[in-house]
């Protein structure tokens, strides 16, 4: 397994942005399918984003498509989430997974969990 480490969150006010940042542990991050999760107190956890291995390939919730971007620098063994034009229902709890199969939008494919981070955006 990867250990995850997520840095980044905080309070914002409403259109502002924020940039999570994933770091992970381990030599073998590259092989890892990275996804953002959140979730809001009282709410399920939902997928935010996900990328591939290479980079090449993402996918988004479509609540935040065209406001969230997600990267990685696999020789940095981190995974990004640059958050724009933030909105008050964004306020939640911001996890960051690790994933063995390809591309996957499902909590129950990711095996490895941050602690998590949390932003706050106030209107």
């Known amino acids: 397994q990867v250990q995850l480490v997520e840095s980044g969150g905080g309070l914002v006010q409403a259109g502002g942005s924020l940039r999570l940042s994933c770091a992970a542990s381990g030599r073998t991050f590259s092989s890892y399918v990275m996804g953002w999760f959140r979730q809001a107190p009282g709410k399920e956890r939902e997928f935010v984003a996900v990328?591939?291995?290479?980079?090449?390939?993402?996918h988004y919730a479509d609540s935040v498509k065209g406001r969230f971007t997600i990267s990685r620098d696999n020789a940095k063994n981190t995974v990004y989430l640059q958050m724009n034009t933030l909105k008050p229902e964004d306020t939640a709890v911001y996890y960051c997974?690790?994933?063995?199969?390809?591309?996957?939008?499902?909590?129950?494919?990711?095996?490895?969990w941050g602690q998590g981070t949390q932003v706050t955006v106030s209107s």
């Open positions: 990328i591939g291995w290479s980079g090449s390939v993402t």
């Open positions: 997974a690790a994933s063995t199969v390809p591309i996957r939008s499902s909590p129950a494919d990711f095996g490895s």
